[in-house]
């Protein structure tokens, strides 16, 4: 048995981008679908109502494209919108909070496990709830990083002011008990070395994408519906900002094949 269908991603920008490379590495064979709602980011900053009416309309889209299942390469739809649409929907879908919480938990050795998301994330207290049912003895301290996003989205991430702005905003893990931290949305992966450069090479970042990648590779293998094709087919959309999407997914997927960039209408754009 095998399963020729597509995998879906969905995310509030070019963020999911990161979880989507990891699905090429890791699922080398597999179609991939990726819809990244630009005309809408950042979905860091709605309310919890509009990002589950934003998702909800990316998982109908990902659905009207035959995909086998959703990963939601967003931390702030997978918070906000998730526990609410795998009610609604049948298709199996995927979020990347739980799997970073459970790499966390098994990687800190002193209890003390920063995260950095957006303002959407951080406010849920999502990473804190899903590292608290795992173990309590878990100190978890969040803080907004919501500037992150703006700085990949905008491609500005090795401009001086970006560095001042990572440092300062990552001051309180400096104190050394914080060994672990959870790059808590999917954009955050791009800004890899300058976390490092802010924090040393002491504390452990976990990637949440490939966490949920591993996972969901894990489910495909146990249901039957890993594809037994062998070149896979990738289309990239967006529902605005398609030419700066273009040059950013061509950047990121660098030596990869893609098969298909291009702009869709969603909801209120159309």
Same mark, same amino acid.
């Given at each position: 048995?095998?399963d020729?269908?597509?995998?879906?991603?969905?995310?509030?920008?070019?963020? !999911?981008?990161?979880? =989507? *490379?990891?699905? @090429?590495?890791?699922? &080398?064979?597999?179609?991939?679908?990726?819809?990244? $709602?630009?005309?809408?980011?950042?979905?860091?900053l709605?309310?919890?109502?509009?990002?589950?009416?934003?998702?909800?309309?990316?998982?109908?889209?990902?659905?009207?494209?035959?995909?086998?299942?959703?990963?939601?390469?967003?931390?702030?739809?997978?918070?906000?919108?998730?526990?609410?649409?795998?009610?609604?929907?049948?298709?199996?879908?995927?979020?990347?909070?739980?799997?970073?919480?459970?790499?966390?938990?098994?990687?800190?050795?002193?209890?003390?496990? !920063?995260?950095?998301? =957006? *303002?959407?994330? @951080?406010?849920?207290? &999502?990473?804190?709830?899903?590292?608290?049912?795992? $173990?309590?003895?878990i100190?978890?301290?969040?803080?907004?990083?919501?500037?992150?996003?703006?700085?990949?989205?905008?491609?500005?991430?090795?401009?001086?002011?970006?560095?001042?702005?990572?440092?300062?905003?990552?001051?309180?893990?400096l104190?050394?008990?914080?060994?672990?931290?959870?790059?808590?949305?999917?954009?955050?992966?791009?800004?890899?070395s300058?976390?490092?450069?802010a924090?040393?090479?002491?504390?452990?970042?976990?990637?949440?994408?490939?966490?949920?990648?591993?996972?969901?590779?894990?489910?495909?293998?146990?249901?039957?519906?890993?594809?037994?094709?062998?070149?896979? $087919?990738?289309?990239?959309?967006?529902?605005?900002?398609?030419?700066?999407?273009?040059?950013?997914?061509k950047?990121?997927?660098?030596?990869?094949?893609?098969?298909?960039?291009?702009?869709?209408?969603?909801?209120?754009?159309?």
């Amino acid at each position: 048995m095998s399963d020729k269908r597509p995998i879906g991603l969905l995310d509030s920008g070019l963020g !999911g981008l990161t979880v =989507t *490379k990891e699905v @090429i590495k890791q699922m &080398s064979n597999e179609d991939i679908v990726f819809i990244g $709602d630009e005309a809408r980011m950042p979905y860091g900053l709605k309310t919890k109502e509009q990002i589950i009416e934003y998702t909800r309309e990316l998982v109908k889209y990902l659905i009207s494209q035959d995909v086998k299942v959703i990963i939601y390469a967003c931390n702030t739809a997978t918070a906000n919108a998730l526990p609410t649409l795998k009610k609604e929907f049948s298709i199996p879908m995927f979020g990347v909070i739980e799997p970073g919480a459970i790499t966390a938990s098994r990687d800190t050795k002193t209890n003390n496990v !920063g995260v950095i998301g =957006t *303002k959407a994330t @951080i406010n849920s207290k &999502s990473y804190s709830k899903a590292i608290d049912d795992i $173990d309590p003895n878990i100190n978890v301290l969040g803080v907004p990083a919501q500037e992150f996003v703006s700085i990949v989205e905008n491609d500005e991430a090795e401009t001086k002011q970006a560095q001042e702005l990572i440092t300062d905003t990552l001051k309180p893990f400096l104190n050394n008990k914080y060994d672990t931290l959870v790059l808590g949305c999917t954009h955050f992966p791009m800004l890899r070395s300058q976390i490092v450069e802010a924090l040393g090479n002491e504390i452990t970042l976990v990637d949440s994408g490939i966490e949920t990648v591993s996972y969901v590779r894990d489910y495909l293998r146990m249901n039957d519906m890993l594809t037994d094709t062998k070149d896979s $087919d990738i289309r990239l959309h967006a529902t605005g900002g398609i030419d700066e999407f273009k040059r950013l997914s061509k950047e990121w997927l660098a030596g990869t094949k893609i098969d298909e960039i291009s702009l869709v209408n969603l909801g209120e754009n159309k």
